[in-house]
């Protein structure tokens, strides 16, 4: 199963930080964890991943469980602009597809 | 200049008309994509080809038929369009052909109303 579970919706303040979670229970040793966002009216962005320590680039920070059946995605100071879907996303090896759910809607509240 | 270009933007056509919806990448990625998101928001992967062969071909009506003349390219034609078809359909491209560490690049989308 490639599943992966977050919450529907969150809502954060915006010039905070958002902690972005997502279940993967039944993740295998060689599954990364991605990130990609879709802002409106626009397509899906990749953001950041990760396979076991934790990552950090310009946009986000990833950090992934030590048992790597949870992960959280970063946001270190929400803007208005990063209002979006936020998706969390298996990768693994002999799979050429990654597979979208239903993601969590972020909500910045100015 | 766009990475990931698809053409056109907007399309609207009456049922049971054949449209196509192209698209082009310059990022010299080997693997590109379509993915269709419905009016609920899923986004869902239809074909994938790794320089001009199919990869991945999820159940797709034959309606569609995906082309892809070089690895820069990937067209979708779509023949006898039905209202089920409308959606917006997003072009991606990767370095590598899947897994793991793979990363997609998308398009802004192309979206088909279909009346």
């Known amino acids: 199963d490639a599943k992966t579970t977050q919450p529907n919706s969150m809502e954060s303040n915006e010039e905070e930080p958002v902690h972005l979670p997502c279940n993967h229970s039944?993740?295998?040793?060689?599954?990364?964890i991605h990130w990609y966002r879709q802002l409106p009216s626009q397509g899906p962005e990749y953001v950041i991943h990760?396979?076991?320590s934790n990552v950090n680039n310009r946009m986000a920070s990833l950090a992934i469980a030590e048992d790597r059946k949870s992960s959280t995605l970063i946001l270190h100071r929400a803007t208005l602009r990063d209002a979006a879907v936020y998706y969390c996303?298996?990768?693994?090896?002999?799979?050429?597809?990654?597979?979208f759910g239903t993601g969590t809607r972020l909500t910045i509240i100015p | 200049d766009t990475a990931v270009s698809q053409t056109p933007k907007y399309l609207v056509t009456q049922m049971g008309n054949d449209k196509s919806i192209k698209c082009e990448q310059n990022l010299g990625h080997d693997t590109m994509y379509w993915y269709k998101q419905d009016s609920k928001k899923f986004l869902k992967i239809m074909f994938s080809?790794?320089?001009?062969?199919?990869?991945i071909n999820e159940t797709v009506p034959n309606r569609f038929s995906p082309k892809s003349p070089d690895k820069a390219h990937l067209n979708l034609h779509i023949n006898s369009l039905e209202l089920g078809d409308s959606a917006v359909y997003f072009c991606?491209?990767?370095?590598?052909?899947?897994?793991?560490?793979?990363?997609?690049?998308f398009g802004a989308g192309s979206r088909l109303t279909v009346l």
């Open positions: 991606a491209s990767s370095q590598y052909r899947g897994g793991g560490a793979n990363v997609l690049t």
């Open positions: 996303i298996r990768g693994y090896f002999g799979n050429e597809k990654l597979t």
């Open positions: 080809y790794n320089n001009k062969e199919l990869i």
């Open positions: 039944t993740i295998s040793g060689t599954d990364y």
């Open positions: 990760g396979l076991t």
